[in-house]
Every structure is written in C-alpha cells, then in structure tokens.
C-alpha cells in the first residue's frame, strides 16, 4: 500500500509542473497585458514601462516561470496588481467562505440523494420512478442560473422566507446562506439520484443480487446489504472528485447572493486581467484536482484489494 | 493652549462611533443606501481612477475644487479652499487660500487619535505623492507637462524606485506661502489645470496616514471629507458615518427649475444631511432591483433588462409604467461621454477617399443601435461633444450625418465603387468580444450591405484594441470617450494632429485648420468667440468624415418616493447632499 501511494504521490509532480507551465503560457505568453489593463488608455510609455519593472514583467520569460514555481512551493502569490493586498489571506479567507456555500448542500445532497435513489431504485419502472425520472431530466435541462433568478424572486422577494441578498460572518451567515443552499441542493438532485439509480440497478441485476434474492432476502435487505456496498465505488469517484469544486465555491450563488467567496475573487481577477489571482487559482485548483483523484485512488484501494495489485 | 473640542461635537462624535458598531436600521438614523455595482480598487486617492472607488473617495476625502451640485453646466467651486485660487496677470501662477478650520477625521495616526487641522503642508505633500511616478497613477495625465518641475520631480521618483527617498527633492512650480496658503506654476497658461484639482485622485492626504499605513492606506483611509469610514469592507457593506465636523454647506444657487423642485429647501445647511450611507457590493441587477422594490435600496441606477420593464418612451421623453410610476421616481441624465467609428486615415483606402468615408457615414445607423440595441438609452450626437458639457451642439448647432442609403450609394458611385463594386470587405474592430457588441455588428452589416458595402466585425479585448488604435493597426474602429473633466476640449482633442497615434487621435486626423482653431479654443472661456470656433472645427470634421459620430449615453435611476435633494451629478457624488425623509420611509414604498 505504501509503495502504491508513494507511486501515485510521485506521479502528482510531472503532472502539476506540466499545469503550470500551461498555466503560465496562457497568461504570461498569450494573454492580454495586464500592465495596460492596470494603467488604462492615458498610459505613458514611461508609466508603462515603470509598472512593468514593479511587477517583474520585464524579466525574461523563463526568470518568470521560476519565480511562479517558487510561488506555488511557498504558497506565497504576492499581491494583487489591481488591489495590492496579500494573495494568500484573500486566497484562505475566500476559500472558507466558498466552503460554507458549498459543503453543508454538498454533505446533505449526498445522504439524501444516495437514499433517494434507493428508494427509486427499489421500485424502479413504478410511478415514483416514472414521474421522477421526468422530473429531473426536466430539471437538469434547465440552466442552473434559471434556479437562481426563479428562487431568488419566489422565495426572497415574494414570499420574504429568505433575505434576497447578503452576508455576514459569523452564526448569522446561516440566515444568508440557507436560500443558495436549497438552490445548490435542487440543482444537484437531478445529476446526483439518476446516476445513482442507475449505478444501483446495474448491481440489482449483477448475479451475486439475484442470487440473494434467491435464497429469499428481501428486496430492501438486497438493496442494503449487496447492492449500496457494490455501488460505493462510482459513488466515492463522483463525491472526491466534486471536493476542488466546492473550495473553488459557486461563482453563480457568490455572485447573485453578494457572498465573499473565491468564485467571484475569480471572475472579478479575469475582468480586471489580475494575473497574480488568475494563476494563484487555475494553479491551486489544478494541485487540488490531482491531489483529490488522488484521494478517490486511495479509496478504491482501500475499498478493493485489486486495485492495489495494478 | 490645549486644543478643545467643544462638548456637543465630542458627544455627537461618540454616538456616531458607537452607532458604527450598530446596524444602522436598527437605530433611528437617518440612513441612505444605495448599491455598489462593482468594487473599488483602491481607497488610496492616487491609486485609483474607477468610478466606484472614487465615489467612495469623494465622501471620505475632500479636494482643493469640486464640482457645484446643482448648477449645470458643470462648474468648479471651492471645496477646501476659502476662494476660487487667484490667477497672476501673466495667467502663469494660482495663488491658493486654503479654509480654516478644516480637520481630518479622528485616526490612531495622529498623537492621542485626535485629527489635526489641514494645512498647506497637506496640500503639496498630497500633490507630490500624486507625482510619485511609483504609485503608477492612472490619472496623471491630468498634470503631465502642466506644473513648472512636478514631471522632473516625477522622473526623478521613477529613477529612485518605489523605495528611494524623494522626499528632500524641490518642486519649482509649487511654493508654500504659509501654513494656509501656496502657489502653484504652470509651465503655461492653462486653466484646464484647475480641472485636475477636482479629481478624487488629488485628494489631501495627511502625511501621517501614509507614514502609519503605507501600502495598506487603502484599507485605513483618513480624511476631512463628509463621512468617515468605519470598516473597509471590499466586498460587503460600506458603512459611511457622518463626519459632525465637515466643512461644507448645502448650495444656495441651483440651475434653472431647481428652486421649483424644491432642490434648494435645504440651502445653506451644514452636509452632510444623512447620518449613514450604506453600501452594499450587489453586482447583479435582479437582487438589486428586488432590494429596491421592497425598499432595502433607497435608489439605483436602472440596469438595461430592468429598464424594458419600468420604463416606457414618450416621444423625446421617459418615463415609468403606470404599474411603478405612483411608487417610485425615475430620472436621466446625458452621460459626459460619445461614441464613435474612428477611420483609420492612414489606411491606404480610406486615407485617400474622401468620397467614400462620406458615404460610410450615411451608413452607419446609430440611430437603429440606439433604439434596437439600447432600448433608446442615448441620443445621436450631432457634435462630438456630449449634450451636457458648455459647446454641444445645443450651442453650436451642428449637423450630422443620417442613415441614408440613396446618398450613400450617390457618394459610392462618385468614390468610384458603384453599388459597391469593387470595394473590400471592410475591417471593423469592436473593443468587445461580447453578445452585445456582435449584435451591434450583426445590425451594421446588414445596414451597410443595402448600399452592397460589406464589412467584417473582428472582435478583441480592451488591451489589443489599445495596442492596436495606439499602433494604428485598424481599419475602422468602433470607440467610445469617457469625458476626464466636463469641458468639450476634452473632446475635440480627440482629432487634434499632435494627438494622433499613440495619443487618442486614433484616426491620425491632420488638419491644419482644425488644429489651429483646437489651438486658439482650448485655453479659451466658454462664450460666443469659442462656440465660434468650434462650429468652425464641426464643418471640417464633417467634411472630412475621419470619425462617423454616435451617441451620447443616457444614465438612468429608479428613487424610492422619500428621497430628497437629488440631482444626478456626474462629477461628484450627490449623498452628501441627499436627505431621507424617515416619516415617509417609515409608511413605507405606496402601494
């Protein structure tokens, strides 16, 4: 097993530095200049030249890219071009923030829907599972900004159950967070229980299933007891690789609900071409992507013996 | 003598402090909100020039001018000074009296946290800092060349780095006469000058708030402006607090109809009238217009999707759906802003036919783009001077080019392209990639191929498109103006021939006689001589065709019916002026 994880630790690295570099080409190499972004259409060429200097942008492309490997090892972005503050604290606080959008939907849409999907499954083709399936895919061909724009005005401005916007830090972002976690919860509800369903019928007909059932078990113990172990697999695939995302937060819910979180610092970082934020984020994300595949592969091993043996 | 703060201000001074800690509803406050729509950049004056952070900047700092709230057009007044500055017989030298009295905000960077009184000493310490070539100031075009030695004492802070000490350095041009006064000379005679003294980014800064916080005076900004700022919040609420010890009083004059509108109930109060402004980061427009309907928000700008909705065209005239009209106020203003095509004069084809730029003239339907794309939320520009700046054609009565396909195709034929034949594919570069502006393109296309010209859209972000109009890499341009101070010199120096590329002349226009009636105008007082001469550089501009004229945007705004004294001004925030009538908000929005 240690020799497995140190394989796979030691795998990370090509594929992060091969991230980087990517990140860094589309940035530094191919992207709008920052330096003209920053200082507007009245820039002098001397002003230009001077903000360049500043941030290290006359330096050859290569002396460049060293710098940025350094800052990815000491977690040290610098600071913004457009704001000048610190890259890290905004990075960290905003992070939190994102996690407090998108993990209690993310922790609650799981149970509910794994046992959703369990309960169509057991009476699969019957009218629950009929009108579901419907349901949902319905569901999942709208866009989730229509969920945003329809909530936000049913449920705040009509109904005044909710505020319509804002947020504060502490207990009381409860009160702020609660509309855009029910929009979270629906918007996964459909993807979530139909490839869950799916992933428990396929082991409702595996032979081992219908020799249980043979032997007299009941549907629910079949489904308990043989089936959802079987299924944890794909399952765990789809939650851990879903994790970078919720750090990432929702740009959608952070936008619409005025909510601090790193999926704004990300939108607004790509107005305003602030390169340091762009990088820091594509980067951190990419780390986080691979460390969390990581992770599922960690999982299944622990989860079957044959994995290790690959 | 020990410096005594009279009881009522200190009391004044701790009930608002302590209010800071507070939600400021939750208190009988009179309090404005109003939404942010995006974040500011900086709170630290020189380092920013986006309105939202100068909005902000405005409350909390003060300048040496400021822009009167009431009279239109647009004029300067003193803010932090006594009078308006006195010019010396040869125009070369502002004579500066600063008003006494004036105190900065309370702050940890001052002995025992108590802010002193401004001084002169302020003033030019906050002029050399906007110099400082380290603080890559956006808006130093609004002094370069203008001040005898500020550009040799700007290099010589770029030659010793943001960490080079500059600080011993003279400036020839400025001169302290005492603690409340000083001069200013100018390399020429320029009173554009007083112009840049009205920008948020030459606000007075104390020297000890820039000493204590550095970098980070973004984060603590003190000044003697009419609100102090409890806690800078980037992306959350801004809570502005009433400063008990601002300077300034409400206007006595107004413009014409302003007294009937009861604008000047309040003149002569002591500002600001409210206790809080709250401010909000809501950057979508469909909770802020929920907000506003519900009265969270006492008003807001009117967003383009909103705008279909609320608003209905009379004729010339707007006004709101009888569904909103009983509950809410509604108001526009021009923008100090145009539109236009830049053709490229250097390109071999435009360049050489004057014909043929005057038939694309009368191809261009801003007309259409105005009414199809904007929902009519601007005005065809007949000069390139916005409606609202001293010199628009209201004074100068220009005429335009319309849509006209008949002309056009009489004008192609005379260039020598018949029902254009012959002629390739024009190139226009949009500095958008967006929906919006491929729509636009999308709607000029079919115009210009009913006289069978054809063009071709290439869409680029706003740095290419810089570094292309600045290389005169184009072949037409679709560009905009955003007015740095409300004068149509402003304008017109877009097709000034020493102003071609890299400068903002992107057509490369070069017209002797043009240049020579820009020359005598610029530095000209606003009256029937200067209107003259801009009729005059109006029919060159017309004849030779180098830029095809816009519009001028309209800003519109939705208030809830309790808001008092509001005009929109486009040059400095109105909420010290505004007021809150609480017996009103209080019964809440009529239904």
């Known amino acids: 097993m240690t020799a497995y994880v140190l394989r796979r630790l030691l795998l990370t690295v090509p594929t992060v530095l091969g991230v980087a570099l990517l990140t860094f080409l589309l940035f530094n190499a191919f992207g709008p200049d920052p330096v003209r972004v920053a200082l507007g259409q009245h820039a002098t060429p001397a002003a230009i030249a001077n903000l360049r200097q500043q941030w290290g942008l006359d330096q050859s492309l290569a002396l460049q890219f060293l710098d940025f490997l350094r800052q990815i090892v000491t977690f040290d972005y610098g600071k913004s071009f457009v704001t000048g503050e610190d890259l890290a604290t905004q990075l960290k606080a905003g992070a939190l923030v994102s996690l407090s959008v998108t993990a209690p939907p993310f922790i609650v849409g799981g149970i509910v829907n794994v046992a959703l999907a369990l309960v169509i499954a057991r009476w699969r083709e019957g009218l629950l599972d009929k009108t579901s399936r419907a349901l949902f895919i319905a569901g999942m061909s709208i866009s989730g900004l229509v969920y945003v724009l329809v909530l936000q005005y049913v449920l705040a401005f009509m109904l005044g159950w909710f505020p319509i916007n804002g947020y504060v830090s502490g207990p009381g972002a409860v009160a702020y967070l609660a509309l855009p976690w029910i929009i979270l919860l629906v918007i996964s509800m459909g993807p979530d229980i139909r490839l869950y369903r799916t992933l428990f019928l396929d082991e409702a007909n595996a032979d081992y299933v219908r020799t249980a059932r043979s032997k007299g078990a009941s549907e629910g113990r079949v489904l308990m007891r043989h089936v959802l172990p079987n299924a944890w697999i794909p399952i765990i695939t789809n939650n851990v690789t879903s994790l970078p995302f919720l750090i990432l937060g929702s740009f959608l819910m952070e936008r619409f609900f005025s909510i601090p979180g790193i999926g704004s610092l990300t939108i607004d970082a790509l107005g305003r071409g602030d390169l340091p934020i762009l990088k820091a984020v594509t980067v951190l994300s990419a780390i986080a992507l691979v460390l969390f595949n990581l992770l599922s592969d960690l999982l299944y091993a622990w989860a079957d013996p044959r994995v290790r043996l690959v | ?591």
């Open chain 2, 1 to 591: 003598m020990l410096n005594r703060t009279p009881l009522p201000t200190a009391l004044a001074a701790l009930l608002l402090s302590a209010a800071a800690l507070l939600p400021a509803q939750a208190q009988d406050l009179k309090v404005l909100t109003y939404a942010r729509t995006g974040q500011f950049e900086s709170l630290d004056p020189p380092r920013q020039f986006d309105s939202e952070s100068h909005d902000v900047i405005a409350m909390v700092y003060s300048t040496l001018l400021r822009y009167a709230y009431l009279e239109r057009p647009y004029k300067l007044e003193p803010d932090l000074l006594e009078r308006m500055p006195e010019l010396s017989a040869d125009k070369l030298t502002y004579t500066f009296k600063l008003r006494k009295g004036v105190r900065f905000h309370d702050n940890a960077c001052f002995p025992g946290g108590k802010g002193r009184e401004m001084t002169a000493d302020d003033v030019i310490f906050s002029l050399r800092r906007f110099a400082d070539a380290n603080l890559n100031v956006k808006s130093w075009f609004l002094m370069d060349g203008a001040v005898l030695g500020l550009d040799a004492f700007r290099a010589a802070t770029a030659k010793a780095g943001p960490k080079g000490d500059t600080s011993k350095l003279a400036i020839e041009g400025i001169k302290k006469i005492d603690a409340s006064s000083f001069s200013i000379k100018l390399t020429k005679p320029n009173p554009l000058f007083l112009f840049s003294l009205a920008s948020s980014s030459t606000s007075v800064v104390p020297p000890e708030a820039v000493a204590k916080y550095g970098d980070q005076l973004s984060a603590n900004p003190v000044g003697t402006g009419p609100f102090t700022l409890a806690k800078v919040e980037r992306k959350g609420v801004l809570r502005l607090m009433k400063n008990p010890n601002y300077h300034g009083r409400y206007p006595t004059v107004g413009a014409a109809g302003d007294a009937d509108k009861g604008l000047l109930k309040d003149a002569g109060k002591k500002l600001p009238l409210v206790d809080v402004v709250e401010m909000p980061l809501i950057e979508e427009a469909q909770p802020r217009m929920l907000k506003l309907l519900k009265g969270e928000l006492d008003w807001q700008g009117l967003d383009r999707a909103n705008f279909s909705k609320m608003v209905a065209k009379k004729g010339d005239d707007f006004a709101l759906t009888p569904e909103f009209a009983a509950r809410f106020k509604i108001y526009y203003t021009p923008g100090i802003d145009n539109t236009y095509w830049a053709l490229n004069l250097k390109d071999p084809l435009l360049g050489g036919n004057k014909k043929l730029r005057q038939a694309l003239a009368h191809l261009v339907d801003t007309q259409a783009q105005i009414d199809v794309l904007s929902n009519g939320r601007g005005r065809k520009l007949k000069s390139i001077v916005p409606l609202d700046l001293p010199g628009s054609e209201r004074d100068t009565g220009a005429a335009t080019y319309d849509y006209d396909v008949a002309k056009a195709k009489k004008l192609l034929a005379e260039a020598g392209y018949p029902d254009g034949k012959g002629l390739p594919v024009l190139e226009v570069m949009f500095s958008a990639t967006t929906a919006a502006a491929r729509t636009s393109a999308d709607l000029y296309k079919a115009r210009f191929a009913a006289a069978g010209v054809q063009i071709k859209p290439d869409f680029v972000d706003f740095p290419t498109y810089l570094k292309r109009v600045e290389s005169a890499n184009f072949q037409i341009s679709d560009s905009a103006w955003q007015g740095d101070y409300p004068d149509a010199e402003n304008f017109y120096q877009l097709l000034y021939g020493k102003n071609g590329p890299p400068g903002p002349n992107h057509s490369g226009f070069n017209n002797a006689a043009y240049d020579k009636a820009y020359e005598a105008s610029r530095y000209m007082a606003n009256g029937p001589e200067r209107v003259a001469l801009f009729k005059q550089m109006n029919e060159i501009l017309r004849d030779e065709v180098p830029v095809v004229l816009g519009y001028n945007t309209l800003r519109f705004g939705i208030q809830q019916n309790w808001v008092r004294n509001f005009k929109r001004n486009l040059m400095a925030p109105e909420f010290m002026y505004m007021d809150v009538d609480v017996a009103l908000k209080k019964k809440g929005i009529p239904q």
